[in-house]
């Protein structure tokens, strides 16, 4: 990492001190020579080390074009940082993302803290998961049947808001019957504070044991945690565990929740069939209108992955199956929520003009026995939102060929061959790293070169790939390797990123890379994640981070010049064009293969100056 240098430097004599010394050229400076001095000074010692800058006669965009997409997790700064107020967290989160922009990185999610809310006005209630069943209910038409049948996740039902804690509590009534007797699972409030923010250790986990047939659980429950404002509330067919094991089948019936007034603080508790008519969402989008107008006119941001619903997702190791409003793909209702939910989705980002930057990141790294359920979803989506952007962190395999229009490969899974036709086709190439690849490969980590980050975009262009992604980049600690959340991983002191999630038990380290998700740190101050009072600072950035800026502006220093060439290039003598032109090639001297390549930074200095040099020439015709 690169701490700021805020105070004096108190320095053992006879050791080295780099210093890391950035400059920042406002927009409009006349291009020229600048001189200036590094002055250092300590008790009977002063020196000067002189400073020289060229500034070129022309600007870089405040957008870049390559296509950045980045992890980046606000809770885990807020928590690191010990913040414990709205205010605090906004404040905070300015400063990380205008840390990002000037970084020309774009973060997964630019708007963590102004979500659009979904609701459906002509509905019940708005209870998400489960399967309304007409074979097994207490009472009416169907029930609510919840089933957990995966050894790695654990299903459940929520209702769709959080509901206001009201004075002298609740009374909380429903119908369950277990599908085999002696059959545990829990009921659960999550609660919240005056914040919004889930109260961690705080829930109100009620245990129930099932004998098989129908029967009532009737409870007043008028003791809530201090602090408490409201709590989310969660059906489960299983007791929860972190990695999901148990399994198990609950039906829900007849469900209602009351204040001692007598009051009815949640709808749609019989769970009847739903209307077809009534499928309808109405989405408000003004807050998270603001924040994203933000992100992309003030922060320059040139992607973000939008959160849509209703696809189910997961990964090579787990997946959630599609679902909407309790209702399964195939259904009638499935099918009528889904598509008036995406068509107004599309519509909206058409009318703000964002389709261009929004994309659908739902399934993660596929294995081939996954393709088929990708496949189906993106066909889904094609059908009924053909606008939105369809990315997949995969390679092109036949079985898939239709449904991404964005394809991410991990970097040494690239083939041009195989590329060559989906781009004329008109698809799009973005890649990534992240515990893969290894050596010899231009990747992410803390021991390697520190010219791989910058290299990775110079064989970005030379390929033709139009974007980057990288999975995380403030991953400061593992759940697993450091189970007890009170004490995480100091990134200062350890600098592994350690396994988390994948069914890794806790107190298990096992590693993915130095680094690998790790591009910004906490300040020194949050260093350890228990700060004595809150730190308002934003992150602290590393050389990988400065690196990766400089070869995204290396990346569009290729645009330019390929633009200006192409609009003014006739004017220029024919020789002069030509050496212009060989400019757009990648040398040898800085990379030819995907593992090969520069480990000294000097030829890419030399080969960037001859560029910026190229661009004044045909800026001034």
């Not at 309304?132 to 009472?139: G, I, L, M, S």
């Not at 129908?214 to 409201?230: C, H, M, V």
């Amino acid at each position: 990492p690169l701490p700021p240098l805020t105070a004096p430097l108190d320095l053992p004599a006879g050791r080295n001190q780099p210093l890391w010394i950035r400059v920042n050229v406002p927009k409009a400076t006349p291009p020229g020579e600048y001189t200036g001095a590094v002055r250092l000074s300590a008790s009977g010692y002063q020196a000067e080390v002189p400073l020289r800058l060229r500034v070129y006669g022309f600007e870089l965009p405040d957008r870049m074009t390559v296509t950045t997409a980045f992890g980046f997790s606000p809770n885990t700064a807020f928590q690191y940082q010990g913040l414990t107020t709205a205010e605090q967290r906004r404040e905070v989160l300015a400063k990380y993302l205008a840390n990002y922009s000037a970084h020309h990185i774009s973060p997964y999610d630019p708007a963590p803290l102004d979500a659009f809310q979904v609701n459906w006005p002509q509905l019940q209630g708005e209870w998400q998961g489960g399967v309304r069943d007409p074979a097994e209910k207490h009472a009416g038409a169907t029930s609510l049947k919840l089933v957990d049948d995966s050894e790695k996740t654990t299903a459940s039902a929520a209702y769709g808001q959080p509901i206001t804690i009201p004075d002298g509590g609740v009374r909380f009534r429903f119908w369950y019957k277990t599908a085999a007797p002696n059959h545990p699972f829990i009921v659960t409030f999550n609660h919240h504070d005056a914040d919004g923010r889930w109260m961690s250790g705080r829930n109100n986990d009620m245990r129930l044991v099932g004998n098989g047939q129908w029967q009532e659980f009737d409870r007043t429950i008028t003791a809530f945690p201090p602090g408490a404002k409201r709590f989310q509330l969660t059906l489960r067919p299983v007791l929860w565990s972190e990695e999901g094991a148990t399994t198990g089948t609950v039906w829900f019936d007849d469900l209602s929740l009351t204040s001692a007034a007598g009051e009815a603080l949640v709808k749609g508790g019989d769970f009847e069939p739903l209307a077809l008519g009534s499928l309808r969402p109405s989405i408000d989008w003004s807050q998270w209108d603001q924040a994203m107008t933000r992100a992309i006119d003030q922060y320059h941001f040139n992607s973000f992955r939008f959160p849509l619903q209703g696809l189910g997702g997961g990964t090579f190791h787990a997946r959630v199956e599609p679902s909407l409003l309790g209702y399964p793909e195939g259904t009638p209702e499935y099918e009528a929520a889904f598509t008036h939910y995406v068509q107004q989705v599309e519509a909206h980002l058409a009318e703000k003009g964002w389709l261009d930057e929004a994309y659908i990141y739902w399934f993660d790294e596929p294995d081939p026995k996954d393709y088929e359920f990708v496949a189906n979803g993106f066909r889904k989506l094609k059908e009924k939102a053909p606008g939105l952007r369809r990315m997949l962190t995969e390679q092109p395999e036949p079985e898939l060929l239709g449904g991404p229009n964005i394809w991410c490969p991990v970097s040494d899974a690239f083939n041009a061959e195989t590329a060559r036709p989906r781009m004329a086709a008109g698809e799009t190439f973005w890649w990534y790293v992240c515990t893969g690849p290894k050596a010899p490969y231009a990747t992410l980590f803390i021991d390697h070169p520190g010219t791989e980050m910058r290299v990775w975009l110079w064989q970005t262009w030379q390929r033709g790939i139009e974007g980057i992604l990288v999975w995380a980049s403030n991953y400061w600690s593992s759940g697993a390797a450091y189970p007890d959340a009170k004490n995480p991983q100091n990134p200062y002191e350890d600098p592994m990123s350690w396994v988390s999630g994948y069914d890794t038990p806790a107190g298990t380290k096992r590693p993915w890379g130095n680094g690998d998700g790790r591009f910004v740190y906490p300040p020194e101050a949050a260093a350890d994640g228990r700060p004595a009072q809150p730190v308002l600072d934003g992150p602290v950035d590393s050389i990988r981070w400065e690196m990766l800026r400089d070869g995204i502006e290396d990346y569009e220093n290729f645009v330019i010049l390929k633009r200006l060439l192409a609009e003014r290039g006739a004017s220029l003598p024919a020789a002069e064009r030509a050496r212009f032109e060989a400019l757009l090639e990648v040398p040898a001297s800085i990379t030819t293969t995907a593992t090969a390549f520069t480990k000294d930074p000097a030829p890419l200095t030399a080969r960037r100056e001859e560029m910026l040099a190229a661009i004044e020439v045909l800026a001034k015709r």
